[in-house]
């Protein structure tokens, strides 16, 4: 992960960056803040195929799924052979929190996959294992 630390002028110095200070505004939520990041016609699928154009809509949708929530980032990897044109970055860690009616919950793994083109994220998708866990609190399934 890239340690450095950006003024609310500078930008990510690659595309790692990009993701990381994406999720960070997002995670916020500053979801307006989060757009300066993003292209436009950016393309986003939550799990569940849930499709979404805009950071905005991610947070509406994680208000309805959570009393908060927040991500504890344990890697962000850029693959191999990505160039300044289109590099994909991977977001992977636990995500940390409270569910609507204010139990806490920990170590909801998550994966998230960035595209970035020319310094800005381009399509956006996230699993993790809030709908399992959501079935489990429901007594519809067992881990």
Known sequence: MDNKVMNQTEAPASPAAVVD??????????????????APGLRIRFTGGRAM??????AAFNATR????KKNIEATETVTGGSADETIVYS?????????DGTPFEGNRYVDRYV???GLITQMEVWNDSAEWLLVRAGLATL
């Open 116 to 118: 970035v083109k020319q």
């Open 66 to 69: 959570y009393q908060w929530v």
């Open 92 to 100: 992977r860690g636990t995500l940390y929190g409270a569910w609507p």
């Open 21 to 38: 200070e994406y999720l960070r505004l997002l995670m916020i939520p500053d979801p307006a803040a989060a757009a300066r990041f993003v």
């Open 53 to 58: 154009k805009a950071p905005a809509e991610c």
